[in-house]
């Protein structure tokens, strides 16, 4: 069945592949941005955007670590995105989270956290699938602390799942219709993040020095543990190796 599809951050990593796979599908894709007349954040434009369409797909992210940062972000354009839904008659909202985000207390886990459960409370029927950090994660990793020539990246185990596949999911969950939490998707392989950042710096030549450091805290432990990954298959098929093979040199 053809579908008319909004998707919410879609000129982001996920975003982009959702729109692709959307349209690929045969479905009719509405992009909701500001340069398109749409800003979710402000609350402006959504109503005309959202005319006629049967879902929304919301990949939308804030780069914070604030917890109240977060919340509000998050808490505030799901809010708008759900009423302008219910407004117009959309009747199914999907929602990209995190493996693990209830295991490790992060001001920007907490804030996905309030995401889930104002979606799920909202005025529209919701689908949420939690996915594990993309393939890409490991290269933004070495941008999260800059000493000089030196990268440090966070000690913690990830399942690194491609950003394609589980854009593959979310069209496929909104067709299927509202069916709430979604099983958790990841990568059929579990690596340590600095690991893969060094793989991405060799690939790349980025000329990097890439160390591990062990994080403070209850959320530290909890990201060494394993806490951030489904503790048993993923359900994705792309490896992190074979990824990283088709990414240009």
Same mark, same amino acid.
Not at 214 to 228: H, W
């Given at each position: ?12 990593? +996920? #975003?982009?592949?959702? *729109?692709?796979?959307?349209?690929? /599908? %045969? ?8 340069? @398109? !007349? ?60 995190? +493996? #693990?985000?209830?295991? *490790?207390?992060?001001?920007?886990? /907490? %804030? ?8 799920? @409370? !909202? ?83 980025? !000329? ?42």
């Amino acid at each position: 069945m053809v579908m008319k599809i909004a998707v919410a951050g879609g000129t982001g990593v +996920v #975003g982009r592949h959702v *729109v692709r796979e959307a349209e690929q /599908r %045969g479905h009719e894709v509405v992009v909701l941005s500001r340069s @398109a !007349g749409a800003d979710v954040l402000g609350g402006e434009g959504l109503r005309e955007r959202l005319e006629g369409c049967e879902a929304v797909v919301d990949v939308l992210n804030v780069a914070t670590q604030k917890r109240a940062e977060a919340e509000a972000f998050f808490r505030t354009t799901t809010t708008h995105l759900t009423e302008a839904e219910r407004e117009v008659g959309c009747a199914h909202h999907v929602v990209l989270s995190i +493996v #693990g985000i209830d295991r *490790v207390p992060t001001g920007y886990y /907490r %804030g996905k956290l309030l995401q889930e459960t104002t979606a799920t @409370a !909202g005025p529209v029927p919701s689908t949420i699938l939690r996915a594990a950090q993309f393939h890409e994660f490991a290269e933004q990793a070495l941008g999260f602390v800059r000493l000089g020539p030196v990268s440090v990246v966070p000690a913690m185990r990830t399942q690194p799942i491609a950003a394609r596949e589980v854009a593959a999911a979310l069209v496929e969950l909104a067709e299927q219709g509202p069916s709430g939490r979604a099983p958790d998707l990841a990568g059929p392989e579990v690596h340590r993040l600095a690991d893969l950042a060094r793989q991405v710096n060799d690939h790349k030549h980025l !000329g990097r020095r890439v160390v591990e450091a062990r994080l403070p805290g209850a959320a530290g432990r909890a990201m060494r543990s394993g806490a951030l990954t489904t503790g048993g298959p993923g359900r994705g098929r792309q490896t992190f190796a074979a990824w990283l093979a088709a990414e240009p040199a």
